[in-house]
């Protein structure tokens, strides 16, 4: 057995009845090894605590009112529960009260999905029929063998319940690739104000998961199914049947579930790939020749985003990561581009700290979305991702700071104080070294530097 659930059995004694339970017997079971593991136990949590601490084994009292004890055992986390049935649920989220001491099955009758509602007893974790020993009142094995999502019990009253569950049976279909139980998910647009009641800090958590799914094109399809992308991603939904031009083969919708497949599975990238292209609807116009245009949708889908992760309560850095990723989604510097025009770009990158190699991903994830393929993208977009970082490995000045005069510098050879001017002369000699690096040198920088002040 692991060495720290075993101190952990040992600590809370025989009668404890400790089980292993939920996800971590699901993943068990689909060979999906690691992280912590949640513990159930017939013990109060008072007694959890006392015995706990008693073999010397840390114990944080983080929900006794809803009996658990968060126990520490060799730097590893282990939340044990004690076997409970829930009271009413009032907002949607938590019981009023839980009622302790029920029996094992009991409290497997509360859980949300078939799959989550298993145990096993932890003195059988380490043996090599464990599976034999599992507690599965509800068929989660099953379910688990048919790649099905299906709700304990009767689905409208799980979903009542905590209206977070919604959003996780659609998470788990992006997260496993199975599928959603007819009956579940007819449930889902019944407990939609259940849904809306849901702290958006909880949601963005589980819209993050679901982004990062093996399958998150599946998970995004049912969101705009049952009615879970009008709660939180309302602004989405014009791009469902809008059509684009000769260059994509989806509209805009099924070309945004291509891209965020074939982005990597990071959330920066994924959330780009969701929101890249949420201003097209607004910017969609057709030419006297029936050619359909989207001219400047890239700043309207970074406002877009911008909105959407502030009303999230996503983090800063994400939101400046996602941002710059949709701004610049729409550049496809091409062979006809001069280095000085190519260096110019790799300035901008620098001033939204986006990394190229993050840039280029995304671009070869949106070129594969527009469904032809990623191949016959992929050796011209190779060539250019090589060019660019070939010219970046030349460290060429890209800001202000990297010039070879500073501000101080130019001050003294215009013997003036510093002014709007300044910047403009910066701005000029910025441009000139863009243009030829070589420039960079504080003599060659003093002589254009010395002309343009004559002009000016």
Known sequence: MDPALQRIVQALGPDAQLAVVGGTVRDRLLGREGGDWDLATALLPE????????????????????????L??????????????????????????????????????????????????????ERTDWPAFLVDPHGGRRD???????????????????????????????????????????????????????????????????????????????LAGTGLLDLWLAELRPMIGCLQNRHHRYPVWDHVLEVVRCAPAEADLRWAALLHDAGKPAARTVDAKGETHFYGHEAISVAMTQTILARLRASHALIRQVTALVRHHGTHPGPDWSDAACRRFLKQLR???????????????????????????????????????????????????????????????ARRPGGPWLGQLQQFLMEAVLEDP?????GPLGELASGWLKRT
Request: include cysteine; glycine fraction near 8%.
């Open 47 to 70: 007694a959890v605590m006392d015995r706990a601490q008693a073999a010397g084994v840390r114990a944080i009292p983080t929900g006794l009112k809803h009996g658990t004890v968060t």
């Open 72 to 125: 520490m055992e060799a730097g590893r986390t282990f939340e044990v529960t004690t076997f409970r049935g829930d009271g009413a649920y009032l907002d949607g989220r938590r019981p009023e009260s839980v009622t302790l001491g029920v029996t094992l099955e009991q409290d497997l009758a509360r859980r949300d999905f078939t799959i989550n509602a298993m145990a096993l007893p932890a003195e059988a974790v």
């Open 144 to 222: 688990l063998e048919a790649g099905l999502i299906r709700a304990v019990g009767d689905p409208l009253l799980r979903f009542g319940e905590d209206g977070l569950r919604c959003l996780r049976a659609c998470r788990f279909q992006a997260q496993l690739g199975f599928r959603i139980d007819p009956a579940t998910l007819a449930a889902i647009p019944r407990r939609l104000e259940v849904a809306g009641k849901v702290a958006v800090e909880r949601v963005f958590v589980e819209l993050t998961k679901l982004l990062r799914g093996t399958e998150p094109e599946r998970g995004l399809a049912a």
């Open 351 to 413: 001033e939204d700290d986006l990394p190229l190699e993050r840039w280029a991903r995304f671009r070869l994830a949106d070129q594969s979305g527009k469904g032809f393929g990623a191949e016959p993208h992929r050796a011209a977009h190779e060539a250019l991702v090589a060019r660019l970082e070939a010219l970046a490995a030349q460290r060429p000045p890209l800001a202000i700071q990297a010039l070879a005069l500073d501000g101080r510098a130019l001050m003294d050879l």
């Open 438 to 442: 070589a420039r960079n040198q504080p």
